[in-house]
């Protein structure tokens, strides 16, 4: 990333830590700030706390107590300049809930997340 360059940031939510962190280890060696929670609920209650501007919401589709979808929906209609990248080891269902949206199926590979990333927040 160039030094100029304004660092953008991400916010990561996935109930599976071990998915949050692995998220989170490749968008900072991106040079991404990344922020994280563990649902939908979490996730809102951190953004209303926020000065800043999130570039993109990283979200798992199946969560307790708000499930991604409903999570980008609010905040697409709070923050529309928002991009959101669904993420899910459900294929079937949140394809169904999600089409015409971006969607990157679990398991996946850091260079399958980095492309996904960097086309959003282009």
């Known amino acids: 990333m160039h030094p100029a360059a304004e660092k953008k940031t991400v916010l990561v939510v996935d109930d599976e830590p ?25 996730a809102y209650e951190l953004l209303r706390r926020l000065s800043g501007e999130i570039q993109l919401l990283v979200t798992d589709v199946q969560m307790p107590r708000m499930d991604g979808i409903t999570l980008g929906q609010k905040l697409k209609t709070e923050y529309p300049n928002i991009e959101v990248l669904y993420i899910s080891g459900f ?23 980095i492309r ?3 086309d959003l927040c282009a």
């Not at 294929?91 to 997340?113: D, N, W, Y």
């Open 18 to 42: 071990n998915v949050r962190s692995f998220v989170r280890t490749v968008l900072l060696h991106q040079g991404y700030e990344v922020l994280e929670a563990e649902d939908g609920v979490a």
């Open 116 to 118: 996904c990333v960097q």
């Open 91 to 113: 294929v079937s269902q949140p394809h169904t809930q999600i089409s015409g949206r971006r969607f990157l199926p679990k398991p996946f590979r850091s260079g399958a997340l």
